[in-house]
């Protein structure tokens, strides 16, 4: 299933882009991020761990790996009981942490963590508008983020149709409110909101959820390059990316950044707690990165 930010492919685009967060002190951070690759040649890389997976303190060393193993950014998956996004993987790594105990007050105390430990690596949590935005406007958890250390945040299933007033919110807080475009947004739809994503754009390479696969859709690399010539911010792609030959790939097709979910969760084991395994992975993925 595709995050709704990204569905809708009979809309219309809208005829502006009012808003937008990457004026943001979070997207600075985020650029500077990219940027920095993009001066070593290479794309970002972009891991993504799960929030108290296995267990609030492994899920700080696991972070801490990814992120001494080569991550320029770190996207933080916090744990959600309908993670309508999400395939198989991270469903049970998220189930996981759940049941270890997981909440949105012990994801904010790692990010605090991670940040302390590895303040030059900008954070961007991933979440659902019901776990951020709730009943309210969302400003009290965005700005419990960003004091936490977040630059910028991932809202998988609000559209920038109705994300207009969380933009204000996130503005306020500092944070770059990163939006989703896939294979089935259409060419003028993804312009549109590609000028609202702050910090990056989030290209999904597939039509489904994530998940590891043993090879990406023969097209994304068109995708990639359509999605990168009407994007003001950088692009990086995810779902389904599993292996160093996928990242080699997409930094061919020009994209900006790489984003792996699935595969660094399925590195750990079955029990989680293969914090070397996941490393060496990263390691490998890092090398992919660089540009020919």
């Not at 309508?84 to 049970?92: C, E, K, P, V």
């Not at 500092?174 to 993804?190: D, F, H, Q, S, W």
């Not at 690399?221 to 292996?243: D, I, K, M, N, T």
């Amino acid at each position: 299933m595709i995050p709704a930010s990204t569905a809708e492919p009979g809309r219309a685009a809208a005829p502006t882009a009012p808003g937008g967060t990457d004026g943001t002190p979070g997207a600075d951070r985020i650029r500077a991020a990219f940027a920095a690759a993009a001066a070593e040649g290479r794309a970002a890389l972009i891991p993504y761990v799960v929030a108290g997976y296995p267990d609030a303190e492994t899920s700080l060393r696991v972070a801490l790996s990814v992120a001494d193993a080569g991550a320029d950014l770190l996207e933080v998956g916090l744990p959600y009981s309908d993670p309508l996004a999400d395939g198989t993987t991270l469903q049970r790594a998220s189930s996981a942490a759940l049941r270890a105990g997981a909440s949105l007050d012990g994801s904010i105390r790692l990010l605090e963590r991670i940040a302390a430990a590895r303040p030059a690596l900008p954070l961007v949590p991933m979440a659902y508008a019901n776990q951020v935005i709730g009943g309210g406007d969302g400003s009290a958890a965005a700005r419990r983020l960003a004091d936490a250390g977040a630059s910028g945040l991932i809202l998988a299933d609000l559209t920038p149709d109705e994300g207009g007033p969380f933009e204000a919110v996130a503005r306020d807080a500092g944070l770059a409110l990163v939006y989703l475009v896939a294979p089935t947004t259409p060419a003028e739809r993804r312009a549109w909101i590609a000028r609202r994503s702050g910090g990056f754009l989030y290209c999904v390479s597939l039509v489904g959820v994530t998940g590891a696969r043993r090879s990406l859709p023969p097209a994304v690399g068109r995708l990639v390059r359509s999605v990168r010539s009407v994007s003001p911010v950088p692009v990086a792609v995810g779902f389904g990316v599993s292996r160093p030959a996928h990242v080699r790939a997409l930094v061919r097709a020009g994209a900006d950044g790489v984003i792996v979910a699935s595969a660094l969760v399925d590195a750990l084991g079955a029990s989680g707690h293969d914090v070397e395994r996941l490393g060496r992975l990263v390691r490998s993925l890092r090398e992919a990165t660089s540009r020919p």
